[in-house]
């Protein structure tokens, strides 16, 4: 599991509690270690060969991905108020005993914690939890217009949507992905924002878009 897809966890569902948090993110520990020991796998295979270069900035990545995953867990067993399992104890410790360690040391540490580890404890299920979604009303699907803006100018794009279930609006982000794949994201004004009910969010928002 990905950090970007434990992100999307986070913001995209409402419902989700401390404890539940706590417990993917434990999952998503376990999925970054296996993920390091492939890196290194895969860079050991690939020395002396083309594509060693791509290879061990991935284990690099890898392992900062790890550490990444394991400073989240600590901050929301902490707001859960949870003992964490065997298996991220023992990563725990090894990080705090080798933080300045090369990826593929601190592979060799976590493969055999990654081994002995027990099954996870999967919560409950929880019928509160909901997927929180955007339905954008302008521009309209079906509508051909081509936008075309210069270098140095804006164009000005109105914006409509209709967003459920979002606890916190102004987590809300609109994010524009330009032909030469750049992406923007940005929160729209406060007064953009308008409570239909307990559960639906309009807003009505514009964007300038333009290449500078």
Known sequence: MKKTHFCKLQHQFSGV??????CVCALSLRVA?????????????AAGVAGAAGAAGGALSAAHALTQHAETLDRLLAQASMEPDSFTIAVFQQLSLSA???PGALARAVLPLLQAAPLPVIPKPNLNIRMCTATIIEPAVDNDTVLRF???LVTHVDLEAEVLRVRDPSALR???AYPDRRVHARPPPPDHL???DHQATSMLSWLLLGRF
């Open 150 to 152: 210069c270098a140095g």
């Open 33 to 45: 270690a296996a993920r390091l020991c492939a890196a290194v796998a895969a860079e050991e295979g």
């Open 194 to 196: 308008r409570p239909l």
């Open 17 to 22: 509690t401390p404890t539940e948090s706590a």
């Open 100 to 102: 300045d360690s090369k």
């Open 174 to 176: 609109v994010r524009v």
